[in-house]
């Protein structure tokens, strides 16, 4: 049996330009729809751009195309369209194969075909959360098993390996929505000061380095649950060429992401809630302090996306009024964290210190030192700028793949960051109260921000007067 291409790890997969110099090509490429320049594969149509996804007898794709071609391809057509045309060719392929050579088409090719729904299903597992894509899935396996044992076992393996991953975003989406319920915002606008209702963070971890650990925990949870197709199908628009009306909005399939943001709001959130809580002045500048400490080690571990929701937590407006509280903090280290998230000159500071934690978790010897958690919507942001830079199709009517090479470099680093297993010890207890205490609303912020430093002007005299009148209705 062929020995098949040994996968790399993602971070291998592209060179500095975007895309792997080696993909083979011959002369004829450029004819068959194909258009190449120095050795790089910068269009085609789509017809053509799937024939190059399909293995033969002297053929496999180089894995940098595999997993550009099936990230962008949503952007025109069903992953299961693409897959019912992947099975036609391969039909059409081992019926063309000259007669009694059948067995032979088999033996050389099965493994290839195999080895390429290794890698969709590994890779963008929720694709297969489609029925019309497990049926096609289950038909081209059957055709591959039908020919050899080893391949019946190779398939069977396969599909349990799949099932198990969809068994678990499955549980995870349920944990999620428990979660969700539990949490539900605490809306009662507290017309006695809050302490009454809750702990608060220091009380349940005093140490700031735990709670970044046990942050870091929560973001690395949520990001191994991001499907690599979530970046593309968030900004799904119609294909011009794509006369079906209904197809493309069921692909907008981007619950996890959205989790992962509702999580850094949450975060946020909370925050500023404990800030806004305590009775006393020298408790409210505890906190800041508390979380100003919390923050840097997010920023020491390489967890960006905490720090910003803590930062952005205290610059919410409620906390920051608080003037006499924020004059009994001792504020040099939160200025430098803030320096280090302006987002000045398209936060350039950010980018370098996320430039060195990228370096760093290339050569690292331990998980500690592999820890990236990119600051997210930033992260989103690119991808969207970069997507609506460029047309997805030339005048031609060609898939313009040059600018899919780019979008799957991106990717492609966030792949390699996000299947890191959290080296800290889980704890159980800090990690239900930082996913679960209730947080304020906007409204009980202000609220609580008013009943600590009274209002200072008109303006906020006013919204405190309503603020009272709404909760006492």
Known sequence: QARMPQTPPFAAMFDSSGYNKNLCQSKEDNCRGLYYHDSNLLSGSLEALIQHLVPNVDYYPDRTYIFTFLLSSRLFMHPYELMAKVC????????????????????????KILQLLTEWTETFPYDFRDERM??????????????????????????????????????????????????IDCLTVLKIKPQSIQRDIITVCNDPYTLAQQLTHIELERLNYIGPEEFVQAFVQKDPLDNDKSCYRDRKKTRNLEAYVEWFNRLSYLVATETCM???????????????????????????????????GMNMSPVSRLKKTWAKVKTDKFDILERQMDPSSNFYNYRTALRGAAQRSLTAHSNREKIVIPFFSLFIKDIYFLNEGCANRLPNGHVNFEKFWDLAKHVSEFMMWKQLQCPFERDRKILQYLLTVPVFSDDALYLASYESESPENHIEKDKWKTLRFVSEV
């Open 88 to 111: 036609h060719l391969c039909i059409e392929q081992q019926r063309l194969s000259e007669p009694g050579l059948d067995k032979n088409w088999i033996q050389k090719v099965a493994p």
């Open 134 to 183: 497990m049926r096609n899935l289950k038909d081209l396996a059957q055709r591959i098993a039908s020919g050899d044992e080893v391949y019946r076992k190779n398939i069977q393996q396969l599909l349990q390996n799949l099932i198990r991953k969809l068994t678990t975003v499955g549980q995870y989406e349920e944990v999620l929505a428990k979660i969700d319920t539990t949490s």
């Open 278 to 312: 305590p009775v006393k002045k020298k408790h409210r500048a505890r906190v800041i302090e508390y979380f100003t400490d919390v923050a840097r080690e997010c920023f020491n571990i390489g967890n960006f996306n905490s720090l910003m929701a803590i930062i952005s």
